[in-house]
Every structure is written in C-alpha cells, then in structure tokens.
C-alpha cells in the first residue's frame, strides 16, 4: 500500500511539472518575465513558510551553500526559465529542461570527482544531444523558432543542474527537506531584488485578481513549486530515487502534450523524431553498468 501511495505521489508531481509551461505561456502574455518570477517566487516562500515554518542555524561555511543553491536554483534558474518560455514554444524549452540529469552527471564527474562516465552515459549523451540539435534546427528552420529562447532554456537547465549538486552537499547537513527549501528560496528572493534596479520591466497589478491570472499565479507559485516538491520527497521515502527517477522519463513528454493540447502549438515529424531521441537519451544515460564491467 505505500509503495502504490509512492508511486501515485510520483505521478502527480509529473503531471504537476508537466503543465508549467501552460501556465507560464498563459501569464508570459499579459505580464513581463520579470515580473512574473518577481510574483511568484514570494508567493512559493510564503507556501514553504506554512508548509514548514522551523528554522535552523549553521555556520557561515555551511550558509555559503545555500546561498548558492538560492542564486542558482531560484533567482537564476526561474530567470531564464521565464526568459526561454516567452520566446521559445512550451514543448521545446519542455524537451530542453529534460536533459538536466546527464547535465548534472557531467557536473558529479568532472567537478565534484564522484563516478565516472560510463559507456551508457556517453551513449545516451550524443543521443540526447542528436535530438536536441534535430529539435533545434527543425523549430529554427521550419516553424520559426528565435534560437536565443532556446539559448535561454539550456541556460536555465544549467543552473538547476548546479543547484541539485549544491543539493547534495546540502543534504549531507542532515537538515529536514523542507526547510532547505524554504532557506534557498528565501536567498532566491533576495538575490532577485537587486534587478529590480537593473531590468526594465512594467508594473502591472490591474490584471491580478483576473480569474486566469490568479489561478496561473497559484498554480505556479504553490502547486508546481512548493507541493510538488512535497510529494517528490514524499515519493522517494517511499519508492526510492530508482523508482521513481523513472517517472522523470514522462515528464518531458506530458509537457509536449500539454502544450501542443492546450497551447495548439505545432510540432513536425522531424521534432517528435528528436523529442523522442532526447528522452531516449536520457534513458540510456541513466543505465547503470553491471558489476565488474568497466
């Protein structure tokens, strides 16, 4: 019974993450990129504070962390993110975002000196890497696609593969999950300020209370965001990362349906070709090698 609970959590949070991009498609219409993170983000604070309101206290080496993981994963990372969704399609900046785990495989290797590049790994990366370029060059070639969002999106996948590394030395602090997050938002938001005085961006709080807005603003704000990462930590106590890794498979792809359904955007042969490769690719990167193979 609580595995079939662990897996039903897990399948949520893809169907949560999956409809980002429809909500931030809807809300990129009527407010800035910078203004939409610049609402959102206090309002996913303000969720984590409820959800977990105990606070902690470490030394200034350990704070260094969080700090970071508050600049690359919050301000920075939702940044782009919102950069990417305003000028490239849902579905492609979808697909992009996927590849963060061979992203952050390279990182474990060839920064922190954990592991090594196995031969699946390497295999799934020129994979994952052929469907990005086929999905790149498609979008720029056939349906008009600017290549600067998805210059963006691969910007904002960098920065949230840096961040779940910091993640993993933050783990090690041995502090509850939610309070982690709540501390690298917070950071998140106080990084973002000082843009305020440095992007050019309209004010706009006419449209707020506008039913479409609003449930655009929750949605993001508390749902993908704060209880979805309640349910993810709630599925690997109770599957496992292996197990429910697997759900991450299909997150890309409900993003590409979700787009495609309720956006209408429109996709070719060539770029299905590619998004399939690019999850393909991820697959096979995440293959473990048998014992005693080298």
């Not at 662990?6 to 990129?33: R, T």
């Not at 508390?222 to 599925?235: C, D, E, P, R």
């Not at 999850?279 to 014992?291: T, W």
Request: with cysteine; charged share 10%.
């Amino acid at each position: 019974m609580k595995k079939s609970i662990g897996h039903l959590y897990a399948l949520i949070c893809i169907l949560l993450w999956g409809f980002i991009g429809v909500f931030n498609k809807n809300l990129l219409a009527n407010y800035s990129p910078f203004m939409l993170l610049m609402l959102e983000l206090p309002i996913s604070y303000l969720f984590l504070m409820i959800m977990n309101h105990n606070f902690f206290k470490v030394e200034f080496g350990k704070e260094v962390y969080f700090m970071l993981a508050g600049l690359f994963g919050s301000a920075l990372y939702y940044f782009f993110n919102k950069l990417a969704y305003s000028i490239a399609p849902a579905s492609f900046v979808s697909v992009i975002l996927s590849i963060s785990p061979i992203i952050i495989g390279i990182l474990t290797v060839t920064v922190l000196k954990q592991g090594k590049m196995t031969k699946a790994f390497l295999l799934g990366f020129v994979v994952a890497i052929l469907g990005i370029a086929m999905i790149s060059f498609d979008g720029v070639t056939s349906l008009n696609v600017k290549p600067v969002g998805l210059f963006f999106a691969f910007i904002a996948t960098f920065c949230m593969s840096i961040y779940t590394i910091l993640l993993s030395k933050i783990s090690a602090f041995g502090i509850e999950s939610g309070a982690v997050a709540r501390r690298c938002l917070f950071y998140g938001v106080i990084f973002v300020i000082p843009l305020l005085f440095l992007v050019d961006f309209e004010i706009k709080f006419s449209g707020l209370l506008q039913p479409a807005n609003l449930i655009g603003l929750l949605y993001l704000g508390v749902f993908s965001n704060g209880l979805a990462t309640f349910f993810w930590n709630k599925a690997l106590a109770s599957i496992g990362p292996m197990k429910a890794g697997v759900y991450m498979y299909a997150s890309p792809a409900v993003g590409v349906l979700a787009a495609v359904i309720c956006l209408g955007e429109k996709i070719t042969v060539i770029t299905i070709m590619g998004i399939v490769l690019t999850i393909a690719g991820v697959v096979i990167s995440g293959i473990k090698e048998k014992k005693g193979e080298q």
